[in-house]
């Protein structure tokens, strides 16, 4: 019978005129403001995606569904093994046709039932899911989660923009029950005889009252802290390996030159670039992985606090992954981070810059972010590093100044971008030499050269700081 439907698919295919219009009255089971979609049920039991067509010129109330409502759909049914139906009008009417209730099932058995070619009657359907939050993206009108049973991973997205607070129990580790109707990408390829493979199976709620929280997330587990110092290892591992193959990636060039003046030449310059490579090594981690590390530090801090009084032994360990955490944090900064919000967020300069400053929980209430003059475009990687150049500059005057506020100001002249990072913290002796080991101003100075700018420093102890930038443009 599948072979057969399959078949007829691929006709239709090759024949699209002789498919003519579809009309049919159905319930709405799904329907959201931000999608441009229904999923209807028909009272045969089959369930639909319909398209919502777009409003004629002139029309200024378009209709407006919600779960529940019976409507008539007139369309084009498109080729596709899925029920799928290009709506070119929809209407309200008052037929009786029954809502089906949520369906209880688990992760697995959706993964078992959909992937690769299986129950395509399943797409559309509301179901009712259990599993553990794996991870919580961010994005610009909704929020996407990671449900996750064992070795499966459920999408889930729901319509909370980046400027909406989570519901407080969204904490990564809890056991949250999920309603939505299921729906996934299927890819048709008529020319290999091969329809309805399945792929990004997701669940979408119809609002964020789909998602619930049934069970809280543990607040920590040995687990968690050993998988994070597990991570750390591997990636000091790979950096040590990219340095040792960089090293005899060198020598191996080296030897290549053969004669004696060539190679002396050679030397000087391998010698000068394996230099300048270990500062620029020494910077980016130094701006790498700290605010990871620091994130840590601070679940680990409250994990020791909510430590009953007679756990001795598990305060004992604790305290000595906490200081094994301190020590690896003083050579490590955030230039995965940045690379990742860069990725991540808007593609406006001062947009990108108060995104991040709203994903910096310990900035809130504490970092203002201001802009003079008329914003232009900024290349991503010029933002991207100026990026680096903000995250350095506050976090130093939080840490190292305990500065109660930091005020940045971003001015847009006419042939140049200056950007000033002023805090009320305790200040420091700018003439002196940086302490050693620290590569804070050095880094900062080094990228803001590589924009082809300058920096100036004004400070004294007592006194506040104040980090002045200009780049030409």
């Not at 200081?323 to 230039?335: C, E, F, K």
């Not at 709203?358 to 290349?379: L, N, P, Q, T």
Request: charged share 25%; aromatic share 8%; proline share 5%.
């Amino acid at each position: 019978m599948r072979r057969a439907y399959l078949a007829i698919l691929a006709a239709f295919a090759l024949f699209p005129a002789i498919i003519p219009a579809a009309t049919f009255d159905a319930v709405v089971v799904f329907a959201r403001p931000d999608c441009s979609f229904l999923f209807v049920a028909r009272p045969n039991g089959q369930h639909w995606h319909v398209g919502i067509p777009k409003a004629s010129p002139g029309e200024t109330d378009a209709p407006e569904f919600k779960r529940g409502d019976t409507i008539r759909v007139t369309g084009r049914v498109e080729y596709s093994i899925k029920h799928r139906i290009d709506a070119s009008k929809i209407e309200k009417t008052e037929a009786a046709i029954p809502l089906p209730p949520p369906e209880e099932t688990t992760i697995e058995a959706i993964f078992a039932e959909v992937l690769p070619y299986g129950q395509t009657e399943w797409y559309g359907r509301m179901f009712a899911v259990e599993g553990m939050l794996r991870d919580i993206n961010r994005r610009q009108s909704t929020t996407q989660l990671l449900v996750g049973e064992n070795e499966k991973n459920l999408q889930v997205e729901i319509p909370l923009d980046i400027s909406e607070n989570l519901p407080p129990n969204f904490v990564l580790g809890a056991t949250v029950r999920v309603t939505g109707s299921l729906a996934y990408t299927s890819i048709e390829n008529a020319d290999e005889g091969k329809f309805g493979r399945a792929e990004n199976i997701e669940l979408i709620p119809l609002d964020v009252s789909g998602v619930e929280v049934v069970k809280k997330a543990p607040f920590w587990t040995l687990k968690i802290i050993a998988t994070l110092c597990a991570w750390l290892i591997f990636l000091l591992a790979i950096v040590f390996a990219w340095a040792i193959t960089l090293r005899r990636m060198v020598a191996k060039r080296t030897l290549e030159l053969g004669e004696s003046i060539r190679l002396r030449q050679r030397v000087r310059i391998e010698a000068e670039a394996a230099r300048r490579e270990r500062l620029r090594l020494a910077a980016d981690l130094h701006d790498s992985f700290q605010q990871y590390l620091a994130g840590a530090m601070f679940r680990l801090r409250a994990a020791i606090n909510y430590l009953p009084e007679d756990a001795a032994d598990s305060r004992v360990q604790l305290e000595k992954v906490r200081d094994a955490l301190q020590h690896t944090q003083s050579g490590l900064r955030s230039t995965l981070w940045a690379m990742n919000e860069e990725s991540v967020g808007p593609e406006s300069l001062m947009e990108l810059f108060r995104f991040v400053a709203r994903r910096m929980a310990h900035w809130e209430g504490r970092v203002s972010i201001d802009s003079k003059g008329e914003e232009r475009d900024i290349a991503r990687t010029f933002a991207g590093t100026l990026l680096l150049i903000l995250q350095e500059g506050v976090g130093n005057a939080l840490k190292h100044g305990a500065a109660a506020h930091v005020n940045v100001v971003v001015e847009f002249l006419e042939k140049s971008l200056k950007l000033v990072i002023s805090d009320d913290g305790c200040g420091f002796d700018a003439s002196a030499s940086a302490p050693e080991g620290h590569f804070g101003i050095a880094g900062m100075r080094r990228r803001a050269a590589d924009l082809g700018g300058e920096m100036e420093i004004s400070s004294s102890p007592g006194c506040g700081t104040c980090l002045t930038f200009v780049f030409p443009l």
